[in-house]
C-alpha cells in the first residue's frame, strides 16, 4: 500500500502512469470490497478519463500538484455533481446532488481522482457504521469488527487499500475514531478551516471535513488542498493560504505537551492507555517536555454534545420531508401525512431517536434547562482548553477509550456507543483542532493516539505527529488482507 | 359597557435588494415558476447561507429612519416549522437580537398628533408560493429568500383609524428611504393585527386575537372594525374571548378561525449556526444615515414654511418624494412657488391621471413651468391662455416662449382693440345684457368669458372687464 507522497514520486518518474495507479487501486476494490463494503457509489469510469488528463500533462512535461493522479474515496455525505449522494439513508436514497461540496471542487481543481463515495452511519450518526440504511461494512483488520463510525467506510477504504486517502466529516470524532480503529491518521481540522459548504448538515456549529491519510506526510498534503477561506460558508474563517508540508520536519525539542488526566479515568483499557502514555514517553526521549493538565468540565461533555449536536440535527433534518427530494411515502391523504409517513419510513432508528431528542431539548419550556443550559457548558470546556493552551503547545490523549469492538456488540446499547467518542467529542465542542494517529496494537488492532491543538494550529499538530512518525513503526502496519498486502 | 379597543400590528415588507437574502439569486417578482432558484434558496442539502450585507443595510436605514435603536451584535435564529412552501422546514429569522428596537411613528389623529411605539424590527427571509390545482399543490420558490423586514409595534393604537393612520405612515416612509416598494397587491408589504378590548379604566389587557390576511388599508381598518365589535358582542353577552389566531374574508367582511392556541405552534427558535454574528459599526451607521432622505413629515413643514404652501398643497406635494423633488426644481425657476404649486395639483396630477403617465415619464420640464408662471405673472399671458399653454406643453415637452409666438397668444392690453370686442359681444348678447342689468352678476362673468374667447384668450382679462362695466353702465 502507497502512501500519496511514494505515489507521487512514482509518476514523477514515470514508475507508474496514472491510469496505472487508478487501474491498481480499482483492481483491489473489485477484490477487496466484496467482503470490506467500504463504497456505496463507484465512479470508475470519470476516474480513469480524469487519469488520462493527468497523464497526458505529465507527457508534456508539465508541473503536477501533490495529489494530481491520486485516488480517493469521498465519505457520502459530501455533496458531488451529479454523483449520487445518499447520506447512507433509505430518505437520499436516489439524490443526486446538482453542485460539487467547496471539498469536492478543491480536489478536481488539484487533480485528485474521485474513486467514489463512501458508506457511512446514516446522516453521520453512529460510531460503528452499523446504522448504514444499505450495508455493513468490515474493519480490514479484522472483519468481525466494526471500523468505527461514522466515517467508517472512509476508514476502512485507506486502511484496506482501496483509495490512497479519503475524506471524512467529524461531528465528535467521526473521523478520528474510525481512524484509530483502522490504524490510520486522521484529522478534524479547526472549525471553520475546511469549507463546510457542500457537507449534508448534521449538527453545523460542530461538523467539519478533514481526511484519512496512510500518515502524517500525507494529511500535509491533503490540507493543503482543501483547508481555507470560502465565501460561500459564513463560518469559514478569513486567512491566507498555508503550505502544511512546511510544518514537517524539524525537531520537538522543548515542545511542551500536555497530559489531561481527565482522558485516561476509568473507562479508557489498558492497553489503550499504556500505548498513548508510551508515545508520550517517545516524545519526551525526542526532548518535548510533557506536563499534566486538568480540563475539569470533560466530564460534561458528552451530555452537552448529545444536546447541541441533537438539537442542531433536529433542525437540519426537517428538510427532509418528502416535498422536494428524496424519499416520499406511498400511504397520504394530506401534506401532514407526506410529512409523517416519509420520515418515519425513511429513517433510521438512531436518526429517529436523535431527531426526537434535539426536538425535546428545543421545546417552548425546556429550552432553558437543556440547550440554554448546554451553551453555556460550551463555554466552560472552550475554557478548559484555552486555559491549557496557556501552558503547553499541544495535548495527548487517547482517540477511543477501546480498540476496535465486534458488530452487533454495541448497536443494541446508544449509551455504551455513545461512550466511545468521549475523548474525541470536547474537541468538537471547543471548535479546535485534533490529530489521530496509530501508536501500538492490542488484540492485533490498531490503538489511537490524539493529539489536540489549539485554534487553527494543526502546524503543530502536523509537527509534532511528523516527528513521531520518522521515530515509530506504527503507522506502516497494514492489515493482512484477502488478496494480500 | 364601554370598552377601550388595544392594537398591535406586525407589518412585512420585501426589501427591495436586487439579489436575495441567503444567496444571489434574483429576487425580482414573478417569472417562471421555480426559476429565480439555486441550492441555497431551496435549501438542498448541503447548501449554506450567506447573509445579503444590502438586506442589513435596508434594515437599518429603515429603523434609523423610524427612530429605532440600532443592535451592535446582531445574530440570525431558526424558527422551525413544517410547511410545503417553506424549503428548508425552518425559516432563518431574528428572534432574541433583532436589528432594530424601540422606535415610533408619528400619525396626525383628530385629536392631534400622537406616537406609536415599534417595539421591533428584524430580518427574515420570505417563504415561496403554494398554488393548489385540481389534482393537488404545486409550489413555486421564486419568492423563497426574498428578503424581509417585519416590523412590530407597541401596542398602542386605540382604534381602527389610528391602526390605519399608522400603517399608511409607515408604507410612505419605507417607500421614501426606498427599501421597499410597498406594493400590498404584489404582496410585498403585509399586514397582521393583534387586537384586544377592556372595560375603560382597566389596567389590564383583554385576551388578543390576531387576524392574517389584510391587504389593503380599507381592509385592515374594517376587519379590525369587525373584531372589536365582535369581542364587544361577546363580553356583553357574558362570553369570553379565545386567543385564536384568525384569517379576514374580503368578501364576506368576517373574520374567521384559522387555528387556536391550543394548535399554536412551538417554533423552536435557537441561534442559527450557519451564520456568523452580524456586527455593525458606528461608521457604518452613520453612513446609513447620511443616506436617508429627508422624510414626508420633514419635508411637509419645511414646504410649509420654506414655500408659504398651505397644509394642503404641502400634503399632496410631498406624498411622493419624487413629485415632491420636481416642485422643488420648479421653484428654482421662479419666485411664485404657490402658483407652480397650482399648475402641478390642478393641471399637471389631472393630465398624468389621465393620460396613465408617471413622474419619470413626463415630457414636460420643471424649468418650462417656472418660465409659464412667470409669463403669466409678468402679464405676457392670460391665465386662460396659460391653460393651453400647458396643455401643450404636457403633450410636446416645448418651450412655453415658443408656444406663445407660435399660436400668437401673448396677452393685449390695447384698450382700443379689447373695447372693439366688447361692443361685438355686447351687441351679440343681448340678452345677459338685460340680466346683468336686472341684477344678476353671473351674466358679467359670462361676457367677460365671451370677451376672451373672442380674443383667442389674448385680451388682459382685467381690461377686459373694466371695459365691460363701463359700457354695461352706460
Known amino acids: ?485 | 359597557m364601554n370598552y377601550e379597543t388595544i392594537i398591535g400590528l406586525e407589518v412585512h415588507a420585501e426589501l427591495s435588494t436586487k439579489t436575495k437574502i441567503y444567496c444571489g439569486c434574483t429576487s425580482e417578482f414573478g417569472g417562471q415558476p421555480n426559476t429565480h432558484c439555486c441550492p441555497v434558496c431551496l435549501g438542498l442539502p448541503g447548501s449554506l447561507p450567506k447573509i445579503n450585507k444590502k438586506a442589513v443595510e435596508y434594515a437599518v436605514k429603515a429603523g434609523l429612519a423610524l427612530n429605532c435603536s440600532i443592535t451592535r451584535a446582531s445574530r440570525m435564529a431558526r424558527k422551525n416549522y413544517f410547511y410545503p412552501d417553506c424549503p428548508k422546514d425552518y425559516q432563518i429569522t431574528q428572534q432574541d437580537f433583532p436589528l432594530c428596537a424601540n422606535g415610533f411613528i408619528e400619525i396626525e389623529t383628530k385629536n392631534g398628533p400622537k406616537k406609536i411605539g415599534i417595539e421591533r424590527i428584524h430580518i427574515e427571509e420570505d417563504a415561496g408560493k403554494l398554488l393548489h390545482v385540481r389534482d393537488g399543490s404545486l409550489v413555486d420558490y421564486n419568492r423563497a429568500g426574498v428578503p424581509l423586514i417585519e416590523v412590530v409595534s407597541k401596542p398602542d393604537m386605540r382604534s381602527p383609524e389610528e391602526a390605519r393612520l399608522y400603517l399608511e405612515k409607515l408604507k410612505s416612509i419605507l417607500w421614501y428611504i426606498g427599501v421597499s416598494d410597498c406594493k400590498m397587491e404584489e404582496g410585498s408589504l403585509r399586514c397582521d393585527a393583534n387586537i384586544s378590548i377592556r372595560p375603560e379604566g382597566e389596567d389590564k389587557f383583554g385576551t388578543k386575537t390576531e387576524i392574517k390576511n389584510m391587504n389593503s388599508f380599507k381592509a385592515l381598518e374594517k376587519a379590525l372594525g369587525y373584531e372589536r365589535t365582535r369581542q364587544k358582542e361577546l363580553l356583553d353577552g357574558g362570553g369570553t374571548v379565545h386567543q385564536d389566531t384568525r384569517r379576514w374574508d374580503d368578501s364576506k367582511e368576517m373574520t374567521f378561525v384559522m387555528r387556536s392556541k391550543e394548535h399554536a405552534h412551538d417554533y423552536r427558535y435557537f441561534p442559527e449556526p450557519d451564520l456568523v454574528a452580524i456586527s455593525i459599526s458606528d461608521e457604518w451607521i452613520k453612513e446609513i444615515g447620511q443616506s436617508i432622505p429627508e422624510l414626508p413629515d420633514d419635508k411637509k413643514k419645511r414646504f410649509i414654511e420654506q414655500y408659504k404652501l398651505p397644509e394642503y398643497d404641502a400634503d399632496i406635494l410631498t406624498s411622493s418624494k419624487k413629485l415632491a423633488d420636481f416642485f422643488e426644481e420648479c421653484v428654482k425657476y421662479t419666485d411664485d412657488a404657490k402658483s407652480v404649486s397650482n399648475i402641478i395639483m390642478v393641471e399637471m396630477l389631472r393630465l398624468m391621471n389621465e393620460k396613465g403617465v408617471e413622474i419619470e415619464g413626463l415630457k414636460i420640464t420643471p424649468q418650462h413651468i417656472g418660465k409659464l408662471v412667470n409669463l403669466v405673472n409678468k402679464k405676457t399671458i392670460s391665465s386662460t391662455a396659460a391653460k393651453k399653454v400647458f396643455d401643450e406643453m404636457f403633450t410636446t415637452g416645448k418651450d412655453p416662449d415658443a408656444i406663445v409666438k407660435d399660436r400668437g397668444l401673448i396677452q393685449n392690453s390695447d384698450t382700443d382693440f379689447i373695447k372693439g370686442i366688447v361692443l361685438k359681444v355686447l351687441s351679440e348678447n343681448q340678452q345677459s345684457v338685460a340680466d346683468y342689468k336686472n341684477g344678476k352678476d353671473r351674466a358679467l362673468g359670462f361676457l367677460v368669458g365671451r370677451v376672451m374667447k373672442e380674443s383667442k384668450g389674448k385680451a388682459n382679462p382685467a381690461i377686459a372687464n373694466r371695459i365691460l362695466k363701463q359700457e354695461l353702465s352706460k
Open chain 1, 1 to 485: 500500500m502507497y502512501t500519496i507522497h511514494e505515489l507521487h514520486e512514482k509518476l514523477k518518474n514515470k514508475d507508474l502512469s496514472a491510469k496505472e495507479i487508478a487501474s491498481m487501486y480499482i483492481k483491489r476494490i473489485e477484490e477487496q470490497d466484496g467482503i470490506i463494503g467500504a463504497y456505496l457509489e463507484k465512479n470508475f469510469e470519470n476516474a480513469l478519463n480524469d487519469a488520462q488528463k493527468v497523464d497526458e500533462r505529465i507527457s508534456k512535461g508539465e508541473e503536477i500538484k501533490d495529489v494530481e493522479g491520486i485516488p480517493a474515496a469521498i465519505k457520502d455525505n459530501i455533496c458531488t455533481n451529479r454523483v449520487k449522494t445518499t447520506c447512507a439513508s433509505k430518505m437520499l436514497e436516489n439524490f443526486i446532488p446538482p453542485y460539487d461540496a467547496t471539498v469536492i471542487g478543491d480536489l478536481k481543481k488539484d487533480g485528485a481522482l474521485l474513486l467514489g463515495k463512501t458508506n457511512m452511519d446514516e446522516f453521520a450518526m453512529g460510531s460503528s457504521t452499523e446504522n448504514s440504511a444499505f450495508k455493513l461494512v468490515r474493519n480490514p483488520w479484522d472483519t468481525e469488527c466494526v471500523p468505527g463510525g461514522s466515517s467508517g467506510g472512509s476508514a476502512a477504504a485507506v486502511a484496506s487499500g482501496e483509495a490512497a486517502f479519503a475524506l471524512g466529516s467529524d461531528t465528535g470524532g467521526s473521523i478520528r475514531q474510525p481512524a484509530s480503529f483502522c490504524g490510520l491518521v486522521g484529522i478534524k481540522p479547526t472549525y471553520g478551516l475546511v469549507s463546510r459548504y457542500g457537507l449534508v448538515a448534521f449538527a453545523s456549529s460542530l461538523d467539519q471535513i478533514g481526511a484519512f491519510t496512510k500518515d502524517v506526510e500525507d494529511m500535509a498534503v491533503v490540507l493543503n488542498s482543501i483547508a481555507g477561506y470560502d465565501e460561500k460558508d459564513s463560518t469559514s474563517y478569513k486567512m491566507d493560504k498555508k503550505d502544511y508540508r512546511k510544518a514537517l520536519g524539524g525537531d520537538v525539542k522543548g515542545m511542551k505537551i500536555g497530559i489531561p488526566a481527565e482522558y485516561f479515568k476509568e473507562g479508557i483499557s489498558s492497553d489503550v492507555k499504556s500505548s498513548v502514555l508510551d508515545a508520550a514517553k517517545v516524545f519526551e526521549s525526542l526532548g518535548a517536555e510533557v506536563v499534566d493538565i486538568s480540563l475539569p468540565y470533560t466530564e460534561y461533555a458528552l451530555a452537552v454534545y448529545y444536546i447541541l449536536a441533537s438539537a442542531e440535527a433536529s433542525s437540519n433534518l426537517a428538510r427532509f420531508d418528502g416535498i422536494r427530494y428524496g424519499y416520499r411515502s406511498k400511504k397520504f391523504e394530506d401534506s401532514i401525512d407526506i410529512y409523517i409517513n416519509s420520515r418515519t419510513e425513511g429513517f433510521g432508528d438512531e436518526v429517529k431517536r436523535r431527531i426526537m431528542l434535539g426536538t425535546y431539548v428545543l421545546s417552548a419550556g425546556y429550552y432553558d434547562a437543556y440547550y440554554n443550559k448546554a451553551l453555556k457548558v460550551r463555554t466552560l470546556v472552550k475554557q478548559d482548553f484555552e486555559n491549557a493552551f496557556k501552558k503547553c503547545d499541544i495535548l495527548i490523549s487517547p482517540t477511543s477509550p477501546t480498540v476496535a469492538f465486534k458488530i452487533g456488540e454495541k448497536i443494541n446499547d446508544p449509551l455504551s456507543m455513545y461512550m466511545s467518542d468521549v475523548c474525541t467529542v470536547p474537541i468538537n465542542i471547543a471548535g479546535i483542532c485534533a490529530l489521530s494517529l496509530p501508536c501500538g496494537m492490542s488484540s492485533n488492532l490498531p490503538v489511537g493516539m490524539q493529539l489536540i491543538g489549539n485554534y487553527f494550529e494543526e502546524e503543530k499538530l502536523l509537527k509534532a505527529g511528523y516527528a513521531y512518525q520518522m521515530n515509530t513503526d506504527w503507522h506502516k502496519m497494514n492489515p493482512e488482507l484477502r488478496g494480500g498486502k
